[in-house]
Nanobody, 117 residues
Framework: QVQLVESGGGLVQTGGSLTLSCAATRRTFSGYVMAWFRQAPGKPREFVASISWSGSSTDYADSVKGRFTISRNSARMTVYLQMASLKPEDTAVYYC??????????WGQGTQVTVSS
């Protein structure tokens, strides 16, 4: 079964930067639109950004446009999320998975991002 392993989270100050990584254990997802999601305490999981299988098309939630950049390295089965100008409201556990829920793998443990004010 495919596993998705997120990493790269941490504690940063407002305005800081982090780069998250999502590694797939199999190449199964190389043909799918991949996405990052996040879940803050007491809130539902929300979409953050997605990238097409070729990497040529990206989409972002309005709340992160201009600050976050999604990319992928299909050869390494890895999806990245570069986050800049971080705000306290970006604090959440970040997950990756396919954007289309029909093709989702089991959710990983995610990686915690905490932005201090």
């Amino acid at each position: 079964q495919v596993q998705l392993v997120e990493s790269g989270g941490g504690l940063v100050q407002t305005g800081g930067s982090l780069t998250l990584s999502c590694a797939a254990t199999r190449r199964t997802f190389s043909g799918y639109v991949m996405a990052w999601f996040r879940q803050a305490p007491g809130k539902p999981r929300e979409f953050v950004a997605s990238i097409s299988w070729s990497g040529s098309s990206t989409d972002y939630a309005d709340s992160v446009k201009g600050r976050f950049t999604i990319s992928r390295n299909s050869a390494r089965m890895t999806v990245y999320l570069q986050m800049a100008s971080l705000k306290p409201e970006d604090t959440a556990v970040y997950y990756c998975n396919t954007r289309d829920p029909r093709y989702r793998a089991p959710w990983g443990q995610g990686t915690q991002v905490t932005v201090s004010s």
